[in-house]
């Protein structure tokens, strides 16, 4: 009898809102304070670096439209981080976007400042990854992110065409930066290596496919809508040209 | 992640007028991550203990909602608490409890646990507090006060000013999807279709935040701004008392803390072991 009740309110519980509370994957991205231990000044010498690469490469590149024009994109990604999506067998993620900027701009440096205000904003304001893990963070994701996915997109498109280059690129991305997470934690003594990886990495995988389907999707769509927005229908670099000569592009 | 709702609601916390929401930017920007640093360093329980009571007290003292801000510290700790549950079980140390396929929980491993738990709820009782007491332009101009590159503080700057309008851009989009019955978590409708329409929101948001950008950029232009432009900066204001008593009590509170850390809190047992 007590087993039949058991039974019976097991089958009432209702699972889609449960569903809809998962935690999403690209969180497990974002480490937290207090989980890199001594290690984290080191990353973020990392990520000074690399900020001063990135605002070197926009000031040679980028004509002054860079400002409102990336601030408006960290707002844009930022809001699209936001979107809980559904991945096969259950989960759900969100998109991270760092290849999408890296591969639509052609530069690993843009995924590094757009990511760094996104996450500087998160880590503030929302407590999404830590303000003393924010340098490891920025690393993982902008840094890490950006060149695995702006270098294997550059290595691929030659062979197998820009789209699916695009979204080796975006699933690599991802993968690699999960990995990354794992051994940054093994470094600092907070989780084994074995286990780190073979969590970050089955779990990664899988939120990897949102990324990838969803950094084609947009690109296609990009490409379709404002061509001249996409640095490789622009020439080497994304805003070397002006204003005007993108807009040639776009006539064309 | 962080819908409209908490970040309006964030926004409406920082328009109290308490002494902390009064205090200049930078000294409560600077404090709070000084704290944060502490307690990443620390290793002893008390020591974080302490400091959860002393920004519990700054909670009270900033007229801040107790219930909602323990809401957001409770909504953002299982971010951290995946890892944190496995801690007892793999460090390795003194066997205290023994279970099924021979999972073995540590005594080490679980100190580990309870000081990671520790950082982790007073790194995020200071960011509640933080963002409850500072409205994030503010935050954006006391970064630039204390030396970010101008280009970086303007994007910082500019990017919250967007924030807000670009969630309800997101917002509008999902409402129409609602509206003509689209759930991306429908098991009925193909996945393939499901992921074609997302894709097509979030190029949509993309190509709206582009083109923003680019009217933004004309308008800014229009009104006389160059490569070589500042944002509009308040002249430097001096810090009055409260800011330096604020400052005092903080930093005589982490000495004191320091110094009991070293020569007394020994003495409490497993609550001022130092844990490494």
């Avoid at chain 1, 929302?126 to 994701?141: E, S, W, Y």
């Avoid at chain 2, 000013?161 to 851009?169: I, K």
Wanted: aromatic share 12%; with cysteine.
């Amino acid at each position: 009898m007590k087993l039949r009740k058991v039974i019976l309110v097991l089958n009432n519980i209702p699972l889609t809102p449960l569903r809809k509370k998962q935690k999403r994957g690209g969180e497990k991205l974002h480490i937290p304070d207090g989980f890199l231990s001594w290690t984290w000044p080191i990353y973020y010498v990392i990520m000074f670096v690399a900020l001063y690469f990135s605002l070197k490469w926009a000031r040679k590149n980028l004509d002054e439209k860079l400002i409102p024009l990336i601030a408006v994109l960290s707002a844009g990604i930022f809001a699209i981080m936001s979107m809980n999506m559904p991945i096969p067998f259950g989960t759900s993620g969100h998109m991270l976007g760092g290849a999408l900027v890296a591969i639509v701009f052609l530069a690993p440096e843009a995924a590094v400042l757009v990511l760094f205000i996104v996450l500087l904003v998160q880590a503030l304001f929302f407590g999404d990854g830590g303000i003393t893990a924010l340098g490891a963070n920025v690393v993982n994701m902008g840094l890490i992110g950006g060149a695995v996915a702006y270098f294997s997109f550059r290595g691929l498109e030659k062979f197998t065409g820009k789209y699916p280059a695009a979204a080796i690129a975006a699933w690599l991305s991802l993968f690699i930066a999960a990995e990354v997470v794992a051994v940054e934690m093994w470094l600092a003594g907070t989780f084994p290596l074995d286990i780190g990886l073979a969590s970050m990495g089955i779990y990664h995988a899988f939120i990897g496919v949102i990324e990838a389907i969803l950094t084609v999707v947009v690109l296609i769509a990009l490409d379709k809508l404002r061509p001249d927005l996409l640095a490789w229908n622009r020439g080497k670099t994304s805003g070397g040209q002006k204003l005007e000569e993108s807009e040639e592009v776009a006539a064309k | 992640m962080n819908g409209v709702g908490s970040v309006r609601e964030l926004e409406r916390e920082t328009e109290k007028e308490s002494i902390l929401h009064l205090m200049d930017g930078r000294v409560k920007l600077i404090l709070l991550i000084f704290i944060i640093v502490y307690a990443v360093f620390s290793t002893q329980i008390v020591v974080l203990a302490f400091l959860e009571l002393y920004l519990l007290i700054l909670i009270y003292i900033s007229q801040v909602s107790f219930k909602s801000s323990f809401k957001r510290i409770l909504l953002l700790l299982p971010f951290g608490g995946f890892i944190i549950a496995f801690q007892p079980f793999i460090h390795p140390g003194d066997v205290i409890w023994t279970g099924i396929f021979g999972l073995q929980v540590t005594q080490q491993g679980l100190m580990w646990a309870v000081l990671l738990m520790s950082r982790l709820i007073v790194a995020l009782t200071s960011i509640v507090l933080l963002s409850s007491i500072s409205p994030m332009q503010e935050v954006a101009q006391s970064f630039r006060k204390l030396g970010m590159p101008r280009e970086l503080a303007m994007i910082f700057s500019l990017m919250i000013r967007f924030l807000f309008m670009f969630y309800d851009e997101l917002h509008r989009i999902m409402h129409a999807q609602k509206a003509r019955c689209f759930d991306a978590f429908n098991k009925k409708i193909p996945y393939k279709w499901r992921m074609k329409q997302l894709g097509y929101t979030v190029a949509m948001m993309f190509l709206r935040a582009y083109e923003q950008g680019e009217t933004i950029y004309m308008s800014m232009v229009s009104r006389g701004f160059s490569d070589q432009s500042n944002f509009y900066q308040d002249r430097k204001k001096k810090l009055g008392k409260t800011e330096y008593a604020y400052i005092g009590v903080t930093v005589l509170l982490v000495v004191c803390l320091q110094v009991l850390a070293m020569t007394h809190f020994y003495e409490l047992g497993v609550l001022g072991m130092n844990i490494i």
